[in-house]
C-alpha cells in the first residue's frame, strides 16, 4: 500500500500547503533530501492551537497541534516530490513547544507528530528528533515543527 493509500484509508487528507506567513518557501530539494520550513497547526489557513502548554492548553492538545504541525510539513514535501510515495524515510523532526517557565513535557507534545509519522512510514517514519521549549512562537502558535525526508531516487 502506498504512503498516500495509507493515510487516504486513515482519513487524513493532506491539505494544499500553507502560505508562508513571511519571506520563505514551504520547502526546499537540496540533493536527496527535502528539508521543510517550519510548519505551524494551520487548518485552511486559520491557526488551530495558539497559547502557552500548561497554561493555555493542555499536552494533549498540544499532541494534537503537533500532529497537525507535521501534516503540514507533508504538504510542504508533496509540493516539491508531488507525491508523498517517493520518501524514502524521515530523517528528522524538529519541534519548537510554546510552553510556560518550568514545563520540560517538550517530548510528549512532539510525540503526537513522531507517532503520527510513524503510523503512516512504520519503520522508514522513524527519525532523529529535537523537542525544544520555546517562550514564543509565530502568531503565537502552540507549536511549531520542521522536518528533513530523503527522497528515493529515481
Known sequence: MSYEEKLSDMGVNIPAVPKPVAAYIPAVRAGSCVYTSGQLPLVDGKLMFSGKIDRDLSV???CRAARLCVINCLAAIKSVLGTLDNIERIVKVTGFVNSI????GQPQVINGASDFLIEVFGAKGQHARAAVGV??????????????????EP
Not at 101 to 104: A, I, K, L, Q, R
Not at 135 to 152: G, N, R
Open 60 to 62: 494533549e492538545e498540544g
Open 101 to 104: 517557565s518550568g514545563f520540560t
Open 135 to 152: 517562550s514564543e512562537l509565530p502568531l503565537d502558535s502552540a507549536v511549531e515543527i520542521e522536518m528533513i525526508a530523503l527522497v528515493k
